[in-house]
């Protein structure tokens, strides 16, 4: 029986290298898949999924009014693989669910679980009132305990602690710390030094 997983982890977590690495595992049994992520994900082009070691597949952005249940049966797939997948809107998660309950293709959802202030996406909400499978990727914090905040920097190098939930960035402008080196880099106003390569 299909299920619909859901895979998590702070920002530097290897989430894009998993989903690009189960891809080629499917493929490589002469199975297909069907790569998706949102549209609003445009930071290594339009349809593309890369992870941060240089992995890569061709994928299939979808607008937030896209009906993925209804799309599904012309894609010809044994199984969804979704990248980025807090940025799709609730309604997209339950067709996803569809997937899975009525059709029993297995979904693979990766992606964060919060924002940068430690509020769940709308996304990720959905997927853990939903997924039958539930696991967090972990990472560490520069201090070597494991990281669950997903930090916005700024351009002198704060934390950043408000703004729009969404801002598309990578190593430029986030890094994955602990709660406790998230906590006191704001109450000490304190220059964080970003993991650029």
């Known amino acids: 029986m299909a299920k619909l997983y859901f895979k998590y982890g702070a920002m530097g977590s290897s989430k894009s290298a998993q989903a690009l690495i189960t891809k080629y595992n499917y493929e490589e049994n002469d199975m297909r898949v069907w790569l998706i992520k949102p549209a609003t994900d445009r ?4 349809s593309v999924v890369k ?9 299939e952005a979808m607008a937030p009014e896209a009906d993925l249940f209804a799309l599904f049966p012309q894609r010809n797939a044994d199984v969804v693989i979704v990248d980025e997948c807090q940025f799709f809107p609730p309604e997209q998660i339950d067709q996803l ?13 990766f992606g964060l679980r919060s924002d940068f202030q430690t509020k769940l996406f709308p996304g990720s909400r959905r997927l853990f009132e939903l997924a039958d499978s539930i696991q967090e990727i972990k990472t560490i914090c520069d201090c070597g305990s494991k990281a669950t905040v997903n930090a916005r920097i700024d351009g002198e190098g704060y934390v950043v602690t408000e703004g729009a939930q969404v801002v598309l960035g990578g190593n430029d402008c986030y890094i994955a710390m602990c709660h406790r080196c998230w906590q006191k880099a704001i109450a000490e106003h304190r220059k964080i030094k970003l993991h650029k390569h």
């Open 51 to 59: 992870s941060r070691i240089g992995l890569m597949a061709e994928a």
């Open 43 to 46: 930071r290594d082009g339009a």
């Open 97 to 109: 669910r569809r997937i899975v309950d009525e059709l029993d293709i297995p979904v693979l959802c």
